[in-house]
């Protein structure tokens, strides 16, 4: 049994045995930036693509914009994904029950709107093209800035074969010398969530992932990411260290008009020389902090080396199975949800109007059932759809199962919905129903187990909460499986959110809640179900006073 158990059940416990360190204090005045910097750095605009009308949230979602050959990417498409995931889209400012209303209206202290949502709002993910020789710009690794919406040059040259060597086997599948690579910079979370930090980021990873997902699906694209390789190969080419930098994920690209990459020919046998071997490429390039003060904590450091620990030993297929969802129980009273409502927005505006409601919802318009059917869907699509996460099942879901296995269940909290009665419910995906586990309005449960003051819970149609068997994915496929477990729980809120934006539902996500109680309002206690987040949705005040300046 690894760390990654030991931290899951600090996790699970927080609500009632607080996580060192315990007298905490985030030094908001020395924290860091939202991004890196790379002070003297070429940077490269990125152009500004064309958006399809017809690529709507519902192809994203549900995947029905594949076609049966792969379309590729080129830099406009590349660009227009960056953009509406984790580019700055405008400014936003709105009365509303978040602890930070009163610094939003001050510029060094704005909220800048993106597609993709983030734990605290703090954007701690890295994102690197590594460019091989079909891109369209000087091979190399480049960073994207997410305030310029443009890429950042940090080596010149081709290196994309130091990716598919730190894949291994799973370089055979890509077939591209074009990759994106995701990292983690801690300090950019931890500075507020010490050692909380870890559980929150990699959470993160999976929300830009399925913004990604859904992005491209519904153009025709696909994005396969790939949790499992050489991490501190990759870490080294970056030019970061892991204990400060995570990598989480590589995902490859197919590029438009680009020839699979060549294999090197084997090198003829030569006597041994006293030549000392070619130092392997790295980025020299290093991001400058803003912080005077940079802090490490255990837990985080921890996580970091637990999860790196047999980065590269891929699972094999099915590994995940043993840890699959529990079936529904179809004894319980069942409650058939009508057809989901469509998702006819385009993915782009559903994406830049997405934002979190801070207190602003009202339950005097009830939600509909059809509209909670599709946010439902949705949730349940975020975990399942998706490509390779490296445990051997091209195709497969970001839970990585072979044969389409199902990690996530989703249970709903039903306060104010048409024709639906009060009480807690687990969601059946393939019969498109409600079975109920206990009856009853739950609003006082819900505010009794929330930690903040910036929702009230019962003024909410409905709260959605996503479990996983997280210590059968750890038992399964080790440590690194936590990354996995939550980056899916990641996927399942941004789909949620993207859903509700679609529906012009109000929305938000939070971690804050006391995990023992959620448990125990379920009769989870048998099942080794983890409660990981909470989604709350429903309809929002009318008229808010609200500023919101576009600037892409």
């Not at 958006?51 to 049966?68: I, S």
């Not at 994106?180 to 500075?191: C, E, T």
């Not at 519904?218 to 892991?242: N, Q, S």
Request: proline share 8%; charged share 20%; with cysteine.
């Amino acid at each position: 049994m690894g760390y990654a158990h030991e931290y899951a059940a600090a996790i699970m416990r927080r609500g009632r045995v607080h996580m060192p360190p315990v007298d905490y204090v985030p030094n908001w005045a020395d924290g860091p930036r939202k991004a890196k910097y790379y002070p003297g750095a070429d940077r490269l605009p990125l152009p500004d693509p064309g958006y399809p009308q017809d690529a709507t949230v519902e192809r994203g979602v549900h995947h029905r914009g594949l076609p049966d050959e792969r379309a590729d990417f080129d830099l406009p498409l590349l660009s227009g994904m960056l953009r509406d995931s984790y580019g700055l889209t405008g400014r936003r400012l709105g009365v509303q029950a978040n602890t930070d209303l009163s610094a939003l209206p001050f510029y060094p202290l704005a909220n800048w709107s993106r597609g993709t949502a983030s734990g605290g709002g703090l954007y701690p993910v890295s994102v690197y093209w590594v460019a091989g020789p079909a891109a369209p710009v000087p091979p190399g690794v480049h960073y994207y800035s997410t305030r310029h919406h443009a890429m950042q040059r940090l080596l010149t040259g081709d290196v994309s074969g130091e990716v598919r060597e730190a894949l291994g086997e799973s370089a055979d599948e890509v077939g591209t010398d074009q990759f994106l690579v995701l990292g983690v910079k801690y300090w950019q979370n931890a500075f507020k969530y010490n050692s909380f930090s870890f559980h929150a980021v990699s959470m993160d990873v999976g929300t830009i992932l399925q913004t990604w997902r859904m992005w491209a699906a519904a153009r025709g694209l696909r994005i396969e990411p790939l949790m499992w390789f050489d991490e501190e190969r990759l870490a080294r080419l970056l030019g970061v260290r892991t204990e400060e930098e995570g990598v989480f994920a590589v995902v490859p690209l197919k590029w438009a008009g680009a020839a699979p990459p060549a294999q090197a020919p084997a090198a003829p046998a030569q006597a041994p020389t006293a030549t000392a071997p070619a130092p392997a490429p790295a980025v020299r390039r290093r991001d400058v902090e803003r912080s005077r003060t940079v802090l490490t904590f255990d837990a985080v450091r921890g996580m970091q080396a637990a999860t790196q620990e047999g980065a590269a030993d891929r699972p094999a297929p099915g590994a995940l199975a043993p840890a699959a969802a529990p079936a529904v129980d179809r004894g319980r009273i069942e409650v058939r949800l009508p057809a989901p409502a469509p998702l006819d927005a385009d993915v782009r505006t559903a994406l830049r109007a997405r934002r979190s409601s801070f207190g602003r919802f009202d339950a005097q318009r009830p939600c509909g059932r059809a509209e909670l059917a599709a946010c439902l869907a949705a949730g349940a699509a975020g975990a399942l759809l998706g490509g390779d996460t490296g445990t051997g099942t091209p195709g497969a879901p970001l839970d990585g199962a072979s044969g389409g296995t199902r990690l996530a269940t989703l249970y709903a909290f039903v306060n104010h919905v048409e024709g639906l009665e009060p009480g807690a419910y687990a969601y059946d995906p393939g019969a498109n129903s409600l079975r109920l586990v206990k009856a009853g309005a739950p609003g006082a449960f819900l505010q009794k187990n929330y930690f903040l003051a910036n929702y009230n819970l019962e003024q909410t149609a409905a709260v959605l909460v996503p479990t996983v068997r997280t210590t059968a994915v750890l038992d399964a496929v080790g440590d690194r499986g936590y990354r996995l477990v939550n980056a899916a729980i990641g996927a399942v809120s941004q789909s949620v959110y993207t859903a509700a934006s679609a529906l012009e539902l109000g929305c938000g996500v939070a971690l804050g809640f006391d995990n023992i109680s959620y448990i125990e309002e379920l009769g989870l206690e048998g099942t080794g179900e983890a409660p990981l987040l909470i989604m709350m949705i429903g309809h929002e005040r009318p008229a808010p006073a609200d500023f919101h300046y576009a600037i892409a």
